[in-house]
């Protein structure tokens, strides 16, 4: 059974840190481009971040570049999203991606998980 599972969200002030997480089962990491992406209360689904390939290459959304950070565990089969700093606007449901490329050819995805960014 192939399958995508976040884990970590939450609801924390602005400033504050939380730690996506997302359990691949029944495939490797290392052949998928495995992605971030956030929807926010009437708004389109936009991407956040995405690691791809055995390199590992990377890349961010302009709005969380510097704040954000991706990373892959192959051998607990997990893919992380650290996010420091959260603003009001990173409030949103984050959902991880399995695909072809980052933004197309999406073959799985994940329930999400709510983040929330509040005073």
């Known amino acids: 059974q192939l399958s995508l599972v976040e884990s970590g969200g939450g609801v924390v002030q602005p400033g504050g840190s939380l730690r996506l997480s997302c359990l691949a089962s029944?495939?490797?990491?290392?052949?998928?481009?495995i992605g971030w992406f956030r929807q926010a209360p009437g708004k389109e689904r936009e991407s956040v971040s995405c690691?791809?390939?055995?390199?590992?290459?990377?890349q961010y959304a302009d709005s969380v570049r510097g704040r954000f950070s991706i990373s892959r565990d192959n051998d607990k089969h997990t893919v992380y999203l650290q996010m420091n700093n959260l603003k009001p606007e990173d409030t949103g449901i984050y959902t991880c991606s399995a695909g072809v490329y980052c933004d197309r050819q999406i073959d799985y995805w994940g329930q999400g998980a709510q983040v929330t960014v509040s005073s």
């Open positions: 690691i791809r390939g055995r390199a590992g290459t990377i």
């Open positions: 029944g495939f490797t990491l290392n052949y998928y481009a």
